[in-house]
């Protein structure tokens, strides 16, 4: 059983498109992640939510709480942007994060 | 900005050899996690360090795993007899206040032959 699911496994985009990455949790949360890890390997984490909304240029996270639903959007998306995306819960009942199988992107130029 | 290091970025050891991953977390930063991603795989919750002690870990951190706070600074993850399917890239984080609002090293890949 997967406490965090995301969609799509693998999202293949021409460059400017509007992208969207969604993540659903079963869990209950205090904080959610959305991470990028690029194919060396390292991971950057791009937002920490709690509610609402936040954005950081051209990425947008979203979050509502009631629905256990996240997220990710990158606008006038680039080949840059071309990496694997993971949605990350955090659980403080269990003090540990759950993570999502992750989103391969891939933005055509 | 504040980042979490750890050291080294690639270490190949032999089956059977200990290793000692290194991370050095945020200075006031008071919880520790490191977690694990083999290959193809979903990263993996390994252990939770607060307070000098562990405060979680997970069936995969069996007894060849430790962690240390060695010297207030340095939180290291130590695997006594490697073997090869702990071939991974570990990740260490750390946080402020047990809340979730870590941070993330960029990883130690391990690849054990």
């Known amino acids: 059983k997967n406490e965090v699911e995301q969609s799509p496994q693998n999202l293949t985009a021409q460059e400017g498109e509007f992208i969207t990455i969604n993540c659903s949790y079963s869990v209950g949360i205090s904080a959610l992640h959305w991470l990028q890890q690029h194919p060396g390997g390292g991971i950057v984490s791009l937002f920490m939510?709690?509610?609402g909304k936040k954005k950081h240029g051209r990425l947008i996270a979203t979050i509502n709480i009631q629905e256990k639903h996240s997220s990710l959007h990158i606008t006038a998306s680039h080949p840059r942007d071309s990496a694997v995306y993971i949605c990350a819960a955090f659980s403080p009942g269990r003090n540990q994060f759950y993570f999502g199988t992750g989103t391969s992107l891939t933005v055509i130029p | 900005e504040p980042e979490v290091t750890q050291t080294p970025s690639h270490q190949v050891t032999q089956m059977g050899q200990e290793v000692i991953l290194r991370c050095v977390p945020i200075s006031n930063h008071l919880y520790f996690y490191w977690y694990r991603q083999i290959l193809g795989q979903k990263v993996e919750f390994l252990v939770s360090f607060y307070n000098n002690e562990i405060s979680e870990k997970s069936e995969i951190f069996d007894d060849q795993f430790s962690v240390e706070r060695p010297d207030g600074s340095n939180f290291t993850l130590k695997i006594r007899s490697t073997k090869l399917e702990d071939s991974a890239m570990y990740f260490c984080a750390s946080s402020e206040a047990s809340q979730g609002s870590a941070f993330f090293g960029q990883g130690t890949r391990l690849t054990v032959v």
């Open positions: 939510l709690s509610s």
